[in-house]
């Protein structure tokens, strides 16, 4: 039976919102609904839950934004303008495009303001939950935990995209806005030791799993995944290794043996899923709008089911054309398909920019827009990868990274084509053969630019018109690209925060 136990955050979240503010980037004044106050609540068991359940809605605040498919999630910002993403769409042409990058143009600003405040509303959700003493401790420390991992994922993607800013991370700040005072931006390793806190902290108290009926919920492996996520954006490879092998050790986590059965509807909570986001086709649900975004607008459900196609986001031939012939992960970029008239199309010819990431099935349930399908964010693969490239940079190529990656690839052939320790003569050919691997493996999951920059590949990519579809004719890309500009509100409202540079 379909999960409803985060889906039923939206029927709380009202409750949230009612005591804590959005800081100052969005106002300072917390808006008090009837008679609820910091008085009185959370007071309660129930309190205390709606109040955590109501900081997990900050993850998707609906069908769009945050961690789904919009314009202006977490998927497309971390795609953006890298060898894996091209769009239809006409505001993609424009400057995103083509790096005239402005701090308050489309699309750079919107998760800027989505989850700076969403920071500030988990810190003030940490001190009212301090405040309930019907709660058992127990609990109480687990949703604390679960909060502070939460926040911990806000803060890196905010670092990742934009840099380090200020957030509110001091309780008496985050419950006393009318005197908080602004500061100035913090250094990197400010920022790293932040978020690092906090996942640590998380990652001590939350349980390996939950039951069936709390999946969405932070675990300890996601808790530790985000500090992979940390560690790899750091370089830090000594971290990446130990975290990884904790993860791994934790012996809950598999892959699963065919690689469209991540996503598949019938297969949900399944053991490589390390974080996903719970969905539901109702409208009335937190909903799964991926496919909507990516399918052919001629596209007809080969099983006669309702279909919403908007043509929007395709993965570039180039990058489709970098698979093996052989690789059964490429299945997932559908190129012929059945058009609304019956007939047998192939992509190459009705689709110059690229190929439809089909990796979410259509749902029996939904509305064609709007599906159930879980959507994943984390999962084990990505462990593995990650470890693979961190003992690579410890060590340089090793029999442990190479099994790692095979182990990976197992599933993807049939027979076998493993790759070979005696392949990669330096460090520098196994690290670029770790990007590929990452691409083929992980794309259009949100990964790819974080990647490419780590990597020293972002500029240059982006000024390659072969792996662009001519998308950067003028080849503007340059370093200060790499982070997204800060918003001039958010410049406007703390006369301390500097611009990044080059904007």
């Known amino acids: 039976m379909k999960n409803n136990s985060i889906n039923r955050i939206i029927k709380t979240v009202a409750i949230l919102f009612i005591l804590t503010a959005t800081a100052c980037e969005n106002g300072?004044?917390?808006?008090?609904?009837?008679?609820?106050?910091?008085?009185?609540?959370p007071q309660t068991a129930d309190d205390a839950k709606a109040l955590v359940n109501g900081v997990y809605l900050d993850f998707r605040r609906g069908p769009w934004n945050r961690y789904n498919a919009a314009n202006e999630s977490r998927l497309v910002m971390g795609l953006m303008t890298t060898d894996e993403f091209s769009c239809y769409w006409d505001g993609y042409w424009g400057a995103p495009?083509?790096?005239?990058?402005?701090?308050?143009?489309?699309?750079?600003?919107?998760?800027?303001?989505?989850?700076?405040?969403?920071?500030?509303?988990?810190?003030?959700?940490?001190?009212?939950?301090?405040?309930?003493?019907?709660?058992?401790?127990?609990?109480?420390?687990r949703y604390i935990a679960e909060i502070k991992a939460a926040r911990g994922y806000w803060m890196y993607d905010i670092y990742n995209l934009y840099g380090?800013?200020?957030?509110?991370?001091?309780?008496?700040?985050?419950?006393?806005?009318?005197?908080?005072?602004?500061?100035?931006?913090?250094?990197?390793?400010?920022?790293?030791?932040?978020?690092?806190?906090?996942?640590?902290?998380?990652?001590?108290?939350?349980?390996?799993?939950?039951?069936?009926?709390?999946?969405?919920?932070?675990?300890?492996?996601?808790?530790?995944?985000?500090?992979?996520?940390?560690?790899?954006?750091?370089?830090?490879?000594?971290?990446?290794?130990?975290?990884?092998?904790?993860?791994?050790?934790?012996?809950?986590?598999?892959?699963?043996?065919?690689?469209?059965?991540?996503?598949?509807?019938?297969?949900?909570?399944?053991?490589?899923?390390?974080?996903?986001?719970?969905?539901?086709?109702?409208?009335?649900?937190?909903?799964?709008?991926?496919?909507?975004?990516?399918l052919y607008s001629d596209w007809a459900?080969?099983?006669?089911?309702?279909?919403?196609?908007?043509?929007?986001?395709?993965?570039?031939?180039?990058?489709?054309?970098?698979?093996?012939?052989?690789?059964?992960?490429?299945?997932?970029?559908?190129?012929n398909y059945i058009g609304s008239q019956g007939q047998k199309l192939d992509a190459r010819a009705t689709s110059p920019l690229g190929a439809a990431p089909v990796k979410y099935p259509e749902d029996p349930s939904g509305t064609g827009q709007d599906q159930g399908t879980d959507y994943v964010i984390y999962r084990y693969a990505d462990v593995l990868l990650s470890l693979s490239e961190a003992l690579n940079e410890l060590n340089g190529p090793n029999q442990q990274s190479i099994d790692l990656i095979n182990i990976v690839r197992a599933r993807a052939f049939?027979?076998?084509?493993?790759?070979?320790?005696?392949?990669?003569?330096?460090?520098?050919?196994?690290?670029?053969?770790?990007?590929?691997?990452?691409?083929?493996?992980?794309?259009f999951e949100g990964n790819r630019r974080e990647d490419l920059i780590r990597h020293g590949k972002f500029i240059e990519y982006a000024n390659d018109p072969t792996k662009m579809v001519n998308r950067n004719p003028q080849k503007l890309a340059r370093d200060k690209h790499k982070l997204y500009p800060i918003p001039s509100k958010a410049i406007f409202e703390n006369p301390l925060m500097k611009q990044n540079d080059g904007y």
Request: glycine residues 4%; proline residues 6%.
């Open 28 to 41: 300072l004044e917390p808006e008090i609904y009837d008679k609820l106050s910091k008085d009185n609540f």
């Open 97 to 141: 495009f083509n790096f005239t990058w402005q701090p308050d143009g489309w699309p750079f600003s919107t998760m800027y303001w989505d989850f700076v405040p969403s920071i500030t509303r988990a810190t003030a959700a940490i001190g009212q939950l301090s405040s309930v003493t019907s709660l058992d401790a127990s609990l109480k420390n």
């Open 164 to 294: 380090p800013v200020p957030f509110i991370t001091k309780i008496e700040d985050a419950l006393n806005l009318k005197d908080y005072q602004q500061v100035a931006r913090p250094s990197n390793a400010e920022m790293v030791s932040l978020i690092e806190k906090d996942l640590k902290e998380a990652s001590e108290v939350l349980p390996v799993k939950y039951g069936s009926s709390d999946f969405g919920r932070l675990t300890k492996g996601a808790a530790l995944m985000g500090l992979v996520k940390l560690y790899l954006h750091e370089k830090d490879w000594e971290k990446v290794k130990t975290t990884a092998e904790t993860i791994i050790n934790l012996n809950v986590y598999n892959l699963q043996s065919q690689y469209k059965s991540i996503w598949a509807l019938d297969n949900e909570q399944n053991s490589e899923i390390i974080f996903a986001i719970p969905c539901n086709a109702s409208i009335n649900g937190v909903t799964n709008n991926f496919r909507a975004h990516v």
């Open 301 to 335: 459900s080969p099983n006669g089911l309702p279909v919403t196609a908007w043509n929007g986001y395709k993965v570039p031939w180039p990058f489709y054309d970098t698979f093996d012939n052989d690789d059964k992960r490429r299945d997932l970029l559908e190129r």
């Open 414 to 443: 049939s027979p076998a084509k493993p790759v070979s320790l005696s392949s990669f003569g330096s460090k520098e050919s196994l690290r670029e053969y770790i990007l590929k691997e990452r691409g083929w493996e992980l794309y």
